[in-house]
């Protein structure tokens, strides 16, 4: 996922700040994964960092705000291990080329589940709350975004006829988080689910 553009006037956070921020996040991402959102609280955070929650509030608006930057931190690597993996991809027939680059989007790995299960548990304390629901919202909608961006220059064949990227980006971004809450747990199963789903995505999208 390409950054947007910098501005080289623009003032730069200072060292220490950003090195605070990268503590903070840390160890909420700790935190999260073991106790989850709802049992984890702000002066959690502080104290596994080492911080005051003055440091917590000059970087985080809240507890949802730091979850949503672990969460836009962890989409961007997804979108760079996709773009590395079109590029190891090339070369291969349109169909098999689909078929792993599916595979791939729709994998979970056993260090992933800790993520999914936060990300649901998020997903549903921001359905109750229309304020929070819209920063969800706003969050799917930038990494959509970015997905169109790496399906546009990279992964053409992922967009079906008759649709644009922002279109297929938000349908494939929807079917992974709905097949991961299927397949967290693992077993044949699951292999079972993610092995038909790759099939018919695959298929559905070569043209």
């Not at 003055?54 to 608006?61: D, E, I, Q």
């Amino acid at each position: 996922m390409n950054p947007p553009p910098t501005d080289p006037a623009a003032p730069r956070p200072p060292r220490r700040r950003i090195h605070t921020r990268a503590r903070l996040l840390a160890s909420a991402s700790e935190l999260f994964l073991t106790a989850g959102f709802a049992r984890t609280s702000i002066e959690d955070v502080c104290a596994a960092a080492g911080y005051t929650r003055g440091a917590f509030y000059s970087n985080f608006g809240s507890k949802e705000g730091l979850l949503l930057a672990l969460f836009d931190d962890r989409a961007a690597e997804r979108m760079a291990e996709l773009e590395r993996l079109a590029a190891g991809c090339e070369g291969l027939a349109p169909r098999e080329r689909a078929r792993l680059l599916v595979e791939a989007l729709l994998r979970v790995e056993p260090a992933e589940t800790g993520w999914i299960l936060l990300f649901l548990e998020f997903r549903l304390v921001a359905a109750r709350s229309a304020a929070l629901a819209e920063q969800v919202a706003a969050h799917d909608r930038t990494l959509a975004r970015a997905a169109a961006d790496v399906l546009e220059r990279a992964l053409p064949e992922l967009v079906p006829a008759g649709a644009d990227a922002r279109q297929a980006a938000a349908v494939i971004l929807a079917a992974r988080e709905g097949l991961l809450a299927r397949t967290a747990a693992g077993g044949a199963v699951a292999e079972e689910l993610m092995a038909a789903t790759a099939a018919v995505l695959s298929g559905l999208l070569v043209h």
